[in-house]
């Protein structure tokens, strides 16, 4: 993982190259984030950067982490988290992370929750094919053939059944910076982004 910024999703829209072409975007409230911990090989065994995005009364904080951010900022932060990094001795606790930190036209890469949407079947979660529809059929979105009878007399572990379909992390690359605005620190990115509207993502600089 690279640097990167705790962002929220907004929703989707679509802007105006300048030669004339519709592209369609995700809107993405970035940051401002918070450098509230910095992790070094010597004492946590790696670089990383801990930050913090949006605002929290520190009375619903545990005590634990009142003092944990007391080292930063006077308030306490809604969201944690970490961003691994090759070196880290460029920022400082307490220094504030923005979008300046992309550029247009630079791809990146978004990891968020996928939307959940329950109980699936196989059709509908990974595709399958479904048998002829007609009434003599008796076979029409059953899953089929599991396993084996005489031996191993057991399902593989991994087969591919139905089960929640979604609400999972997901790590979407080669997604591209359209736009840019740290006056309202907001990013613009070509295409989709994981989540629902409001979801919490990271981006993330590619390597």
Request: hydrophobic letters at 35%; a positive charge.
């Amino acid at each position: 993982m690279a640097l990167g910024i705790i962002g929220k999703k907004i929703g989707m829209t679509q802007v105006f190259s300048p030669d004339g072409e519709v592209i369609p975007v995700t809107v993405v409230q970035a940051g401002p984030c918070i450098v509230v911990q910095k992790k070094t090989p010597e004492k946590d065994g790696y670089n990383a950067l801990q930050l913090g995005f949006g605002e929290k009364k520190s009375q619903k904080c545990t005590k634990p982490l009142q003092g944990h951010f007391k080292k930063a900022l006077d308030e306490a932060c809604a969201v944690l988290r970490e961003f691994r990094i090759e070196d880290g001795s460029t920022y400082d606790v307490g220094q504030s992370v923005t979008v300046d930190i992309f550029e247009q036209g630079e791809m990146v890469e978004i990891i968020g929750t996928s939307k959940g949407k329950g109980f699936a079947g196989n059709i509908k979660r990974h595709g399958f094919s479904r048998g002829p529809m007609a009434h003599g059929s008796k076979f029409h979105r059953q899953v089929g053939s599991v396993g084996q009878s005489a031996w191993p007399s057991h399902v593989f572990k991994g087969k591919k059944m139905p089960g929640q379909l979604g609400n999972s992390r997901v790590s979407v690359r080669g997604l591209r910076v359209v736009d840019a605005r740290p006056e309202e620190n907001l990013l613009l990115i070509r295409g989709a982004v994981p989540g629902h509207k409001n979801s919490l993502i990271m981006i993330c600089k590619t390597r």
